[in-house]
């Protein structure tokens, strides 16, 4: 169990996400940075779909009642034990009454913290994951507030021997390599449905010139304020389903990428699709920060998530091995 001695700005109970219900209006939510969320999630021993705490900018400050073991994965937001500073990316046996700070936000813009045996939390329609907006999933559908307690779910065979190898030295003499998912501000993206509805120009410059992430944003979509955009001619839209990464362009010609907590259908004409592979990335920026587009092709996206998963696996097995 832990308590919440301070709020942050923004953090939340998520996992994976609320599938299977878009079809009658439910928003999917869960995870933004689903790389982090599964390493993290791997580091303690749990399952890769157990609940979390997705942490933004700004995180709380969490005191400890009994001993845990912790990992905390994405980006840096300087979490420290009384003063000193905690390690990433590593699995960590935090005793009885620590308290976890963090602090500045130093790279990135979410951390995801992994408690071993998950956080227990009400699961609605099949998730845990929390929709603030809708007021739901999580924490009573809410950001975490002062004096909130979470209780953590029962260990597995796995967690026990993770806790059992840490006893001694508290900390793992090795972590998770991380750069390769957040060394870049590209951006690659498919062309999305009325990509070809757009003018010539308009699909030149959407890959020729940044756009800036603007403050209008938050886990609905990120707002983008740069060169605007036109299609061929005006026309009414019937709205469609749209997914996480769809990147949709508003009638004053700027781009919205949809997130996790986005509507189940939009009206806008959508001119790109986000590779999937790219999700983290894109998680991890913040308003102020200036993306560069790059167009590839389903095949090649395809190649690039299935690289990504084996590298994934890859750690899994490792972590697996290492408590054996």
Known sequence: ??????????????????YGYQKDGVVVSGVLDDYAHRIANYLVGNCENSPI???????????FHIDAVIAICGGNLSPSINGRPLPMWKSILIKKDTVISFGKCLAG???????????????????????????????????????DRLTFGPFSK?????FEKLTGSTVANWS???????????????KGRQYEEFTNISRTNFFKYQYTITTESDRMGYRLKGT?????????M???????GTIQITTDGQP????????????????????????????????GDRIDFELITIEKAQQLLRQRERYLQLIKTGIRLKYS
């Open 256 to 287: 919205i990428i949809l997130l996790a907590d986005r509507q189940t259908t939009g009206g806008y004409p959508k001119i790109a699709q986000v590779a999937s592979v790219d999700f983290p990335s894109l998680a991890q920026m913040k308003p």
């Open 1 to 18: 169990m832990l308590t919440v001695l301070k709020r942050g700005f923004f953090t939340t109970v998520q996992d994976q996400g609320r």
């Open 238 to 244: 019937l709205s469609e389903a749209v997914i996480f």
């Open 228 to 236: 605007p955009l036109a299609l061929q001619r005006d026309e009414e």
């Open 53 to 63: 705490l997705e942490i933004t900018l700004n995180g709380p400050q969490l005191q």
């Open 109 to 147: 813009a979410r951390s995801y913290l992994a408690v071993s045996g998950g956080f227990h939390v009400p699961k609605v329609m099949e998730s845990a994951s929390t929709y603030v907006r809708g007021k739901f999933g999580g924490v009573d559908g809410r950001t975490l507030q002062m004096n």
């Open 158 to 162: 796995l967690n026990k021997r993770i």
């Open 176 to 190: 998770v390599p991380y750069q390769r998912m957040y060394s870049k501000k590209l951006i690659r993206v498919m």
